[in-house]
């Protein structure tokens, strides 16, 4: 990510740890290079589950004195938003270039069309398997965002799994058609002394 694509960065979230991709997004957006994050419900956080829950909760603890639903703090349950929120603190969001930076992120839950026919990137440096030491406890966004009141849970694994049938279709079909053209040149390329010698007597 050295130099900033015009089109969109479409990173899939599944596997990455939280703050360290988030980190990495916030640098990003900053200078101008414009992401998307699909299956955000997939992003990992270290610690175990329980510690998760126990903190997010305190977090729901917090409330403004006067009129809390106007004053925030806002608590957002859908995973998408935990992301937002954990990058908007990575973010000087109250100056017109934070606000700028933020304007060129889009999270999302699952993977909405178009971005189920774009090419997905990962961020190696935020990946939990090579992040993280082996044995170590962590948990999912989605799952905790559920615990917690996310009541969209189920909506997203049937599209997901409606999506993942479409893809494997699509797949074989791709498979099948290289196959076939690879065929095809390696007969053309088995009869190709024929064709010179049928040319010669001018067919």
């Not at 938003?81 to 017109?96: D, E, N, S």
Request: proline share 5%; aromatic share 8%; glycine share 6%.
């Amino acid at each position: 990510m050295a130099t900033i694509s015009s089109t969109p960065i479409v990173i899939d979230g599944k596997g990455h740890l939280l703050g360290r991709l988030a980190s990495i997004i916030a640098k990003q957006i900053l200078t101008g290079q414009k992401i998307v994050v699909v299956r955000c419900e997939l992003v990992n956080a270290s610690g175990s589950f329980f510690r998760a829950k126990l903190r997010y909760h305190e977090f729901l603890n917090k409330r403004h004195l006067v009129n809390p639903k106007k004053s925030g703090p806002f608590h957002h349950r859908a995973p998408s938003r935990i992301l937002y929120r954990t990058i908007r603190g990575m973010v000087p969001h109250k100056t017109a270039r934070g606000k700028a930076a933020l304007e060129r992120l889009k999270l999302f839950e699952g993977m909405p069309p178009p971005f189920d026919k774009k090419k997905k990137m990962v961020v190696p440096q935020a990946l939990r398997v090579l992040r993280l030491k082996p044995g170590r406890k962590f948990c999912t966004i989605k799952r905790l965002s559920h615990e917690v009141g996310w009541s969209y849970r189920d909506v997203v694994d049937r599209l997901e799994e409606k999506r993942k049938v479409k893809t494997a279709a699509f797949y074989e079909r791709k498979s099948a058609t290289i196959k076939s053209k690879a065929e095809l040149v390696k007969s053309t390329s088995a009869a190709a002394p024929i064709s010179e010698a049928l040319a010669k007597f001018g067919y």
